[in-house]
């Protein structure tokens, strides 16, 4: 009897301390919550540039719109390529109830005190992203943004904001691409035996101007075939 | 020049002739529409390794982009094609009896084979730009035009070409798609020259044909050294066109080659057709 008060006492202290560890966490990601529960909407000109030895492309341009908590859309006249992971920010996309987050450390970055935290889907049917973010905790801003969103590949975000209608957006993301060659097929994409597949690595940049906030965007432009609902950028 | 305009009358007088144009108007009209009504599925399949990581805006899927994936489909069925009527050119005089009429006339056998020649490779041309026309008009129609993007199957490699530049290129790459397939017209037409009847010479270069791309693609060692020998290695080099940058040196190293074995196909042709024996 003694021995099964002993664990479950240890057991107790064990889930307190994990449920303090995930409250702990938690406190940095409600206050950049809060700081954009007043963003609507937003709609920017965006302009991208690639660098990736696979992918030869020139700039392109576009207009991206933005609701909260998850519409978004691009119009261009041409033809746009945009980054599916990290590409556009997003300040609703941690919800707490979605993500079992954990403190990875503490540290000084650029004379700002930074955190680093994990977020893991709770669960993993609807999405098994992991990310990494890396927070200013004297701004509450995500600075850089660390997604796993399936085996093998790797996509690093790093954010620099500027100051438009008294938020805080972005004005320039920087993204490093770390991805498997997609699976070979057909006579010529035949590897000889014992050959690796190779990674695809790059940079995409991407900046933003001319930001308009909470215009007022309705539902409906985000009805049409070229919008998207996020779940899984910034 | 009268025999050249002689024998193109000849050549285009034949019903056959027409086979190839019917069957690449078929072809592309009904890949087209097939295209057109199933363009979501298609644009999937072919994008799906860069779409696992890429948002895609616009108009992807238009004329351009349909032309170069036809020409890439099509470039091993042209030169079936091409020989049905390249392979016949010579052959066929021999088939049909007129072969002695034909040399006893005061035109030299130098004349005629040449007038010959020259014939095959307008009616490679006319196939080609017949290819480009419809592939391009039907294209554009359909699916209007945009910049055109070239994916290279399922690997992560993308050229992205502005709209303003496609025309341009497009154009090129025909050009090379024609040069290429003079070869085998040459090819074709040696075989015409050797045989009796049409049928060898047609399968007798399809066979070189296949046999050649099927070894230059075999992934073993072996046969990547060998891949540099067989002219079909660079006969698919319009793709290089729709590179960035265009690698002009490999173009024009391949342009060179086709063009050396284009050439020497002829002579040999030329030859065999000066000392033909037509008194047995």
Partial sequence: MRKILLLAGILFLLLSELIQAQEDAFRYLDPIERKYSELKDYMVDVKVHFDIETLKAPDMQAKLYFKAPDKMKVESPKIFFFPKEGGYFNPSLFKKKEFEVKLLERLILDGKNVVRLKLTPTDTGISNKVFVLTIDTDRNLIKEIKISPSEGREIKAAIEYGMFNGFELPIRIDLQLDIPEGEPSGMREFTQFGQRAKRITGKVQITYSNYKVNSGLSDEMFKEKDSHQSKSSP | ?280
């Fill in chain 2, 1 to 280: 020049m009268k025999l050249f305009w002689l024998e193109t009358y000849k050549t285009f007088s034949r019903w056959r002739t027409y086979i190839s144009f019917g069957f690449i108007a078929l072809i592309v009209i009904l890949t087209e529409v097939v295209m057109k009504l199933s363009a979501d599925e298609i644009l999937y399949r072919m994008m799906r390794s860069f779409q696992q990581d890429f948002l895609i805006f616009g108009n992807v899927l238009n004329g351009w982009f349909i032309t170069a994936f036809i020409m890439n489909s099509l470039h091993i069925h042209i030169p079936f094609l091409i020989t049905l009527v390249a392979g016949d050119i010579v052959s066929s005089e021999a088939t049909s009896g007129t072969m002695r009429l034909l040399l006893i006339r005061p035109p030299s056998r130098s004349k005629i084979i040449t007038a010959k020649y020259l014939t095959a490779l307008f009616y490679t041309t006319g196939l080609v730009i017949f290819l480009a026309l419809i592939c391009i008009s039907f294209g554009l129609i359909l699916f209007g035009s945009g910049d055109l993007i070239i994916h290279y199957e399922t690997k992560f490699r993308i050229v992205f070409i502005p709209e303003a530049e496609v025309p341009v290129r497009m154009l090129l790459a025909f050009a090379a798609a024609i040069w290429s397939m003079t070869v085998v017209a040459s090819l074709a037409f040696l075989f015409s020259t050797l045989a009796e009847n049409s049928i060898g010479p047609i399968i007798g270069t399809m066979a070189v044909v296949i046999v050649f791309l099927v070894i230059g693609n075999f992934p073993f060692d072996f046969f990547r050294l060998v891949s540099p020998c067989l002219f079909t290695t660079y006969m698919i080099f319009w793709q290089r066109f729709f590179d960035d940058p265009i690698p002009w040196q490999e173009i024009g190293r391949s342009a060179m080659i086709l063009g050396f074995h284009s050439v020497g196909l002829f002579l040999m042709a030329f030859t065999v057709f000066n000392r033909k024996d037509i008194k047995s």
